[in-house]
């Protein structure tokens, strides 16, 4: 009993610091009304993103996985042309996963062989999530992801990051090939990231810290390197403060109302980013 109630004592401080995943985006389609297409998550940084499709389309609701799901048809001769694709801000989370699930079209057919890719920005420069190829059928079983890690680039972006799901061949799920009236579905697309706060949550390069972090009232900034200026903002992007330090640690005195703020230190030229909560 003795060594339980020690095993106990020396596992509590551990749990008191594990945190749990948090929902940064999400697309479950809960109304099969065209606004599904807004995602449907809480998160103040994605409020107002959307799904979209290229090559194929128009974007309409029908059954899914749960309540209902996104479809599109004209998916002819789309191999690596035509896609899924949704972007969205991961600023003040690490560790992102996704998941998602994707369906053909049943009697009317549609593309089989998908792939997860990512990009950073506006740029083109897409790489493979996955490597495998995520292989579709008439069901919601067969091309399901869950969980699937982000890279690390990915995580604390200032930058959107974009997600597609590219379909990589012509072949159809029960047809020779590809019609105009092929259908691709997809639904219960899910991104979630751990929430960085304090001390450890901060990359050694970036060089950066908020404490104590969350705060009741004031808090203070650390930096490693010489910053030229700290700015920070609140979950609706707008400037709540702004300061040219003198040190590589002073106080925020400004009254900050409880809530959720990004702290962006431009240091040498490179600007990095920390998460503070004051309640």
Known sequence: MMKKLLLIACLLPIFQFVKAQEEIVKWTFPTGQLGDTIQNGTNALNLTQAIRVVGAGPITMKNGATTYAAQATNWDNGMNSKYW??????????????????????????????????????????????????????NWTSGVISNLNLPAECENQSELVYIRWIMVSNKDVSLPAITAAGISKIDDIVVTGMPLTGITDQKASEGMFSFPNPSASTFSIATTKGTSLIEIYNTNGQLVYKAIPENKIFTVEKSLPAGLYFIKATQDGKINFTKHIVR
Not at 91 to 101: D, F, L, M
Not at 129 to 137: G, P, Q
Request: proline residues 2%.
């Open 85 to 138: 694709y949704i972007r969205f801000l991961t600023t003040g989370y690490g560790q992102v996963q996704i998941s998602s699930k994707q369906s053909a079209g049943g009697t009317n057919g549609g593309p089989v062989d998908f792939k997860i890719q990512y990009k950073i920005g506006s740029n083109d420069n897409w790489a493979d999530l996955k490597t495998d190829t995520v292989k579709l059928a008439n």
